[in-house]
């Protein structure tokens, strides 16, 4: 058996990404639209990859440019395809860019299921049996709204019928079109050329390319994919959703194998790119996003989102965190209510409590801040406590500055430190200072008004704001007197 590369050596992938996607009724092209945390034209790219085909072309039409940015970092090249007339004329367009590839697969570009394997299946099967053309079939329990595979007697493929054009009985067929295919194209050439716009859309359809090698006696096979979800489109906003959870699906199995706790699987939204390490717990209704990294032995509880972070071993998130783009080390505790801004560095041992947001920060080795704090553009010493509702200060309306706060440091509550500012190590700061000015090393920081006690006043206040009795009763009187008044009347 030929090795993968050998076998793709005469190979070329075209991949038809020019269409519009009216079903999903959205103005972004369909093949833009995510599932599985990425598009669906990058799932079918990253797919084709492996094989080590010649090279991937992506024929693009609808936001051409957009789509073309999605796939040139993979290396494929995308070729316009203007106007968008069929999935045929789609493959003229590729023509001049096949150059003297002997074979291609052809796959939409919506299709973002679809496995390696099953594709390096379909090219072995076509050149085994050297066919004219094969086509990548299922069978499915509900085969409404695609193609029919009609079989010869030899098992050959006679026909591919249109729902809306099969007769009952081939309604009744389970074995459907996925529009993957491989094709020789030496044979292909002269039935593209002979296709004409016969149909009510006046569009050139590659499934009449197909037809009409079965016409010229060509061989058309069928190879049936392994798993019939492999060749779920996403036409309508409720496929796009169940092809969104089967990858999401995938991602849980795939780490829960290597050792990770999912709860609920079903309720966790965990990227392709994730990495989790071993012994890693994860509650219901967590967000792990981008390219986040979660090392051994953590604990990631429920609500939260995390987005391109970096966790070391042995940290715990708790409830309702959000995060992105951030750093946390070994042993150290966020949460709940937490929020990391990009740049955040919370170190090993350190805690992070509830309502505090960090933003381009470090806290050093075992520093707390517990509550309802603003930490933005500070380097926060070892061991410091920060007390609640304190704010760095960081912007003058112009720039952005530093807050530099040392080690085994005691910031009191409700403190305001106006930057740039420096607080020396083991200094305190009083608890609802407002601090312009460093403080020194091992000193004591106070910055507010001195307080004045007036005793007696709040008695003399309520005296002044309680109304005189007699005044009460010769209001009571004058309305007693108007209502008597009016019962004489």
């Not at 016409?215 to 492999?230: D, F, M, S």
């Not at 209510?337 to 920060?361: C, M, T, Y």
Request: positive net charge.
């Amino acid at each position: 058996m030929p090795s993968r590369s050998s076998l793709f050596a005469d190979f070329s992938i075209v991949v038809l990404a020019a269409g519009k996607g009216t079903r999903l009724k959205s103005a972004l092209a369909k093949v833009l639209h995510r599932a599985g945390g990425r598009t669906l034209v990058e799932h079918v790219v990253r797919a084709c990859l492996p094989l080590g085909a010649r090279e991937i072309l992506v024929v693009v039409g609808h936001q051409a440019e957009a789509v073309t940015g999605c796939v040139t970092p993979f290396g494929a090249r995308a070729v316009l395809q203007q106007p968008q007339n069929g999935t045929g004329h789609a493959l003229r367009v590729a023509r001049a860019k096949l150059g003297k590839t002997k074979y291609a697969l052809v796959l939409p570009g919506d299709a973002p299921l679809v496995r390696t394997e099953t594709l390096e299946g379909l090219a072995r099967a076509h050149l085994q049996n050297g066919a004219a053309a094969t086509v990548l079939t299922a069978v499915t329990e509900e085969p409404a709204g695609y193609g029919r595979i009609v079989r010869k007697g030899d098992q050959s493929v006679a026909a591919i019928v249109e729902e809306k054009a099969a007769s009952p009985e081939q309604k009744e067929i389970r074995e459907i079109n996925s529009s993957l295919y491989a094709f020789t194209l030496k044979e292909l050439w002269p039935c593209l050329d002979a296709l004409r716009p016969e149909n009510a859309h006046r569009e050139l359809y590659l499934t009449d390319a197909v037809a009409q090698l079965n016409e010229r006696g060509q061989r058309v096979l069928a190879e049936v994919a392994p798993e019939a979800q492999q060749v779920l489109g996403c036409n309508t906003r409720a496929e796009l959703a169940e092809v969104d959870r089967i990858f999401r699906m995938r991602k849980c199995r795939e780490l829960m194998e290597a050792g990770v706790t999912i709860f609920l699987p079903e309720t966790a939204w965990i990227d392709p790119e994730v990495r989790i390490g071993p012994d890693t717990v994860i509650e219901p209704g967590v967000q792990l996003l981008g390219s986040t990294r979660i090392g051994a032995n953590c604990h990631i509880h429920t609500g939260s989102v995390l987005t391109n972070m970096m966790l070391a071993d042995g940290v715990t998130v708790r409830e309702h965190c959000v995060m992105i783009d951030s750093r946390i080390r070994e042993g150290a505790v966020v949460g709940p209510f937490s929020r990391l801004r990009p740049g955040a560095d919370i170190g090993p041992n350190a805690q992070v409590g509830n309502f505090v947001e960090v933003k381009k920060s470090r806290l050093a080795a075992g520093a707390k801040a517990q509550h309802l704090s603003y930490l933005g553009d500070a380097l926060i010493g070892a061991g410091t406590n920060i007390g609640a509702g304190t704010i760095t200060c960081n912007y003058d309306g112009v720039k952005k500055n530093r807050t530099t706060i040392g080690a085994q440091v005691f910031i009191g509550s409700n403190t305001a430190l106006v930057a740039p500012v420096r607080v020396g190590d083991r200094a305190y700061v009083a608890a609802g200072s407002t601090i312009t000015e460093n403080v020194p090393a091992d000193g004591l920081g106070i910055a507010r008004g001195k307080q004045a006690n007036k005793p007696g006043w709040a008695a003399a206040r309520r005296r002044e704001m309680t109304p005189k009795s007699g005044t009460n009763r010769k209001r009571v009187s004058r309305k007693g007197a108007k209502g008597m008044a009016r019962r004489k009347g």
